[in-house]
């Protein structure tokens, strides 16, 4: 399933991509509802695929670390309305200018999710 841009925008945390010293970082809000990842899928920055290796996220709130490449139907990570939760991917820098993101990630009910942001990082912004 394709998500349109104008839920995307319901996600995605506008201005949140920084740089980080070992890589970059960018957040997503829950408004929608609950839900579980079984699955990540395909992640590409700017037409380069990433490695789910190089993914975390964090809660806010919650100290555990769930890496990309854990998650599965027998390892899930199940999210609630309201979470806000920061991806961290190392090894792999960004320069100042607008980037693009193509993701797919695997939710319970509804099988794959496909979605697609643009951000920009300004020059001298980094974490």
């Known amino acids: 399933m394709r998500v349109p841009d104008f839920l995307v925008r319901q996600?995605?945390?506008?201005?949140?991509?920084r740089q980080e010293s070992d890589g970059f970082s960018?957040?997503?809000r829950n408004?929608?509802?609950d839900g579980t990842l079984v699955g990540i899928?395909?992640?590409?920055v700017d037409g380069s695929t990433i490695d789910p290796a190089a993914i975390t996220a964090t809660r806010e709130g919650d100290e555990a670390v769930?890496?990309?490449?854990?998650?599965s139907r027998t390892s899930p990570v199940s999210f609630g309305r309201g979470d806000v939760v920061t991806f961290h991917?190392?090894?792999y820098r960004l320069g100042a200018?607008?980037?693009r993101f193509e993701?797919?990630?695997?939710?319970?009910?509804?099988g794959s999710v496909q979605l697609s942001l643009k951000d920009t990082i300004r020059p001298g912004s980094h974490g």
């Open 41 to 44: 899928g395909t992640v590409v």
């Open 89 to 91: 991917i190392a090894g």
């Open 31 to 33: 408004g929608m509802g």
């Open 26 to 28: 960018l957040q997503a």
């Open 66 to 71: 769930h890496r990309a490449a854990d998650v």
């Open 97 to 99: 200018g607008e980037h």
């Open 11 to 17: 996600f995605y945390v506008p201005g949140s991509l």
């Open 103 to 110: 993701v797919e990630v695997f939710e319970r009910n509804l």
